[in-house]
Structure formats: C-alpha cells, structure tokens
Nanobody, 115 residues
Framework: QVQLVESGGGLVQPGGSLRLSCAAS????????MGWYRQAPGKQRELAAL???????NYADSVKGRFTISRDNAKNTVYLQMNSLQPEDTAVYYC?????????WGQGTQVTVSS
C-alpha cells in the first residue's frame, strides 16, 4: 500500500496559479497510475487529472487546458500545475492511485480561490 503526502495548496486570487506536490512511499510507485482528486464543499470527490505509469494524461472537462499533471518516478512524486484558477476550483485536493483503485486517503491540501 502506498502512503501519500500532499502539499502546495493555499489561497490564490482568480486567474492565479498553484503547483501541488504529492510525495509517495513505496518502491513500486512507478507502475501505478496516479491521479489528483478533489472534493469541493458539499460535493462528492471527483477525479480531476490522471497520469498512467507510461506518462499518458487525461483530464476532467472542467480542468482541461488549465491543469497539467506530471510525475517524477525517481522522486516518487506527482505534481499538479494549476493555472487560470477559478472560484469553482476551490476544494481539498488529494492524490491517490487510480490503478490499482485508491485505498487509504491522505489529509489532502486545501486550495481556495477567492478575491
């Protein structure tokens, strides 16, 4: 089971940018498909972006063209570059596996977009 620690969240104005990081434990991190999930207040958790073990990416329509997911297998780290942030992006952001299915969740990192 992989353990995950998210960081990089904060308060940003609309149109601003943030870069999230997720440090993962485990020697077989590189074979996992990884994702950034988010949960807005009063809403279900959703998968915002994923990256396969081979580096293929996919995005939810709501973030496509604004967010970029990447990974550094040498550092066991997944990143999420978020540009042109909007108030509707306000949420707690979590990273986790996509394949295998996510199991234990970390505490996430809060992103608040507000003027």
């Amino acid at each position: 089971q992989v353990q995950l620690v998210e960081s990089g969240g904060g308060l940003v104005q609309p149109g601003g940018s943030l870069r999230l990081s997720c440090a993962a434990s485990g020697s077989i991190f590189s074979i996992y498909h990884m994702g950034w999930y988010r949960q807005a207040p009063g809403k279900q958790r959703e998968l915002a972006a994923l990256i396969t073990s081979g580096g293929t990416t996919n995005y939810a329509d709501s973030v496509k063209g604004r967010f970029t997911i990447s990974r550094d297998n040498a550092k066991n780290t997944v990143y999420l570059q978020m540009n042109s942030l909007q108030p509707e992006d306000t949420a707690v952001y979590y990273c986790n596996t996509v394949l295998p299915p996510p199991s234990a969740w970390g505490q996430g990192t809060q992103v608040t977009v507000s003027s």
